[in-house]
DNA sequence: CTTACATTTGAATACTTGCTCAAATATAAT
DNA sequence: ATTATATTTGAGCAAGTATTCAAATGTAAG
């Protein structure tokens, strides 16, 4: 991004707009945090754990056959999902039951449709 | 997901409950559009765009030294952004000013902010 | 017409990521 | 203890992706 960006950086059309809109936007870290969620939420395999959870508990191996992925890659997109706080678990014997952890996701799920439906 | 799979749905658990669930879940193409939409903003670039364009309207070279991104890349993304119908834009002679398409985009946003905020 | 500038585009590259496979844990049943 | 079942984990591979670079468009100005 380096040279084609100094030139550009040189070639502002608009400071003032520009000035005020950096001025405006939130911490890029921020912004960064807010693009991991959505990153969580942006693989088929993973989007589709989470709305079986919106509607039900479930175990490893039911939301392996309800998503019709194997047990394996479930449960690698399982810790992905857990490391984001998305979704917890709970052990019963051999098993272990997994749930959502935050009920944002349903809002950020259901806008996201509403944007589909309606465009 | 073959075999590996099979041996699971063989092993279903609770085959109500996963009925019950797989009765309730959209179709998965639905699914797969709301990941394509979440995948549009899963990418700091993409996403400091959409929130740059969320208060004011912007010429590419503007949104580049706003993001602090090369040129190219910038409309690179941009195109990926128009062909989502996320962002728009309009001619002025030698400019191109982009600006959101649609509005629901800054309720999704705003919705995951809220929810880091809150954890 | 030539030059300058804003933007777009295609190819190449480096990086990321989702899946599979095999092996490791962990817990319950025989 | 041994076996069976549920889940996790690490390595490796194939596919996808963000950026760069060079070149192509398109438009305005000299």
Same mark, same amino acid.
């Given at each position: 991004?380096? +040279? ?9 059309? +608009?400071? %003032? ?11 890029? =870290?921020e ?24 509607? %039900? %508990? ?26 984001? =706080? ?16 935050d ?14 439906? %309606?465009?």
């Amino acid at each position: 991004m380096a +040279d084609n960006n100094i030139v550009c950086s040189v070639e502002i059309i +608009d400071r %003032e707009k520009v000035d005020r809109v950096n001025a405006a936007l939130p911490q890029m =870290k921020e912004t960064s945090e807010t693009a991991n969620l959505f990153k969580a939420l942006a693989d088929p395999t993973r989007l589709r754990i989470v709305q079986a959870l919106l509607l %039900e %508990e479930l175990c490893v191996c039911d939301i392996s056959a309800v998503v019709d992925v194997s047990v394996s890659a479930i449960s690698h997109q399982l810790r992905l999902l857990r490391n984001m =706080k998305i979704v917890k678990n709970r052990k019963e014997g051999k098993m272990v039951y997994y749930s959502l952890d935050d009920d944002h996701v349903r809002g950020i799920i259901e806008t996201a449709q509403i944007h589909l439906d %309606e465009t």
